[in-house]
């Protein structure tokens, strides 16, 4: 006989691994599917990236008991610098004027990976199936059904939590909006000449978006965005070629760059699930919204719908609802749609009009930059969302348990 969960997650990166701990400890049967083995080596985005947290995603940590586990190797951001190469304009945030400790924190997605395993590793409630890959879905009215090589499942609620090419989303047809930029990231971890003083540099460039994001050790995170077509020349580079390319790009803000760590590139695309719902069926994280770096919203966005979903079903149940069913899950959408649509489109905005090189256009960008700087409510209302602080905020957020 089938084992029948109450809920089931496809996928043990941030999302799903998050999404286990938010429901664990509520008396739900819950099962976790990876198709890799749940070792942080091993699973495929657990890796050197560095992960700009916003504050509000620290918070949800830090209520999921997870945040403990982080802290160490978690660097705060105090301050963020916005400009663009060649032109007049910057722009800052600063975590004093917002009153917080901090705007942010950069940690490793190895180290934040980590940390979700260990505190999964101690929370008895949730059968781990991994490696296990899941080869087909059906949906019926009281139940999914959730194949997997040898063995299959059932579930109140799938949640597919199973990234950027999901396959449950994939199975289950549901309409994705695509958009390709025609540009890679290369990320790598950089040791500057100068101490980065918590300060978090974005610099627009003719090629894409460039970031310098405090880490801990004295280093910084880099993410360089470039046109495709010169990923593979860049990656080529030896060390010394590498940093003198990246320091025409970036500047001296950070003294001589020192030195460069390993570089890994990534093909960079957006992709959104308008409608992330269906009957016994919720899409999350990147299975739901893919984005491009440039603003560091990605898996922040990622975790509030883990805090929402988690906050709507564990309140469903309790009140005797189906965790499946229609009604419940509309309410989680109606609660997301908003955020996800915001943080989507303007990402896309920030990397389309920061991508064209026009005399004009770049003007009117410096110029605006600059008026952003002389209007303190106008940036108090962009720290606030970029620290995920904006709109009806879930349970978690505010620190709140569920
Ligand atoms: C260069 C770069 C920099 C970034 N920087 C930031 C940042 O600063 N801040 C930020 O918030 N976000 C950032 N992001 C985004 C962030 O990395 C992603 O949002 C996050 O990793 C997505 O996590 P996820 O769990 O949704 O998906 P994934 O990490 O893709 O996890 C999906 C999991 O599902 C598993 N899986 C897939 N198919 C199956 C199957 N059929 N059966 C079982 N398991 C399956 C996979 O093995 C995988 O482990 C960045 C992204 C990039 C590329």
Excluded at 234 to 258: A, K, N, T
Aim: glycine share 10%; with cysteine.
């Amino acid at each position: 006989m089938k084992q029948v969960y109450d809920i089931t997650i496809v996928g043990g990166g941030m999302a799903g691994a998050s999404l286990a701990i938010a429901l664990s400890s509520h008396g739900l049967r819950i099962a976790l599917i990876e198709a890799s083995p749940l070792k942080v080596d091993s699973v495929p985005n657990y890796d050197d990236r560095g992960i700009a947290l916003a504050l509000g995603s620290q918070r949800i940590f830090a209520a999921l008991r997870t945040w403990e586990g982080m802290e160490e190797q978690a660097e705060p951001i105090r301050h963020i610098h916005v400009s663009e190469q060649g032109g007049f304009g910057f722009t800052h945030l600063d975590a004093d004027e917002e009153q917080v400790p901090a705007l942010g924190y950069v940690i490793t997605a190895r180290d934040l990976g980590a940390a979700l395993l260990a505190r999964l590793s101690r929370l008895p409630d949730i059968d781990i199936i991994a490696p296990g890959r899941v080869q087909w879905v059906n949906i019926e009215d009281d139940l999914a059904h959730i194949g997997l090589q040898e063995q299959a499942l059932c579930a109140r609620l799938l949640v597919a939590a199973d990234g950027g090419n999901s396959f449950v989303r994939q199975q289950l047809c549901f309409e994705v909006k695509r958009r390709e930029y025609g540009q890679s990231a290369i990320t790598a971890n950089i040791t500057p000449g100068r101490h980065h003083q918590h300060i978090a540099y974005e610099r627009f460039t003719r090629n894409g978006p460039l970031a310098m994001l405090p880490m801990t050790q004295q280093r910084c995170a880099l993410v360089w965005t470039v046109r495709d077509e010169m990923a593979g020349e860049i990656l080529s580079l030896d060390e010394q070629q590498f940093l003198e390319r990246l320091q025409q790009q970036f500047g001296w803000r950070l003294g001589r760059l020192q030195r460069a760590g390993k570089r890994n590139s990534y093909p960079l695309s957006q992709l959104y699930v308008p409608d992330a719902i269906q009957h016994r069926t919720a899409v999350i994280g990147n299975a739901a919204h893919t984005l491009h770096p440039v603003a560091g919203q990605g898996f922040n966005l990622g975790i509030r719908d883990v805090a929402a979903l988690a906050e709507v079903v564990l309140q469903g149940i309790q009140s005797g609802e189906d965790p499946g069913s229609t009604t419940v899950l509309q309410r989680y959408q109606r609660w997301r749609r908003k955020d996800q649509q915001q943080v989507v489109q303007l990402t896309d905005a920030l990397v389309r009009g920061f991508s064209n090189d026009l005399p004009p256009l770049k003007l009117a960008r410096n110029l605006g930059i600059l008026a952003l700087e002389g209007l303190p409510p106008a940036r108090h209302l962009i720290a606030r969302t970029a620290m995920g602080l904006t709109g009806r905020l879930p349970r978690l957020s505010r620190g709140l348990s569920l």
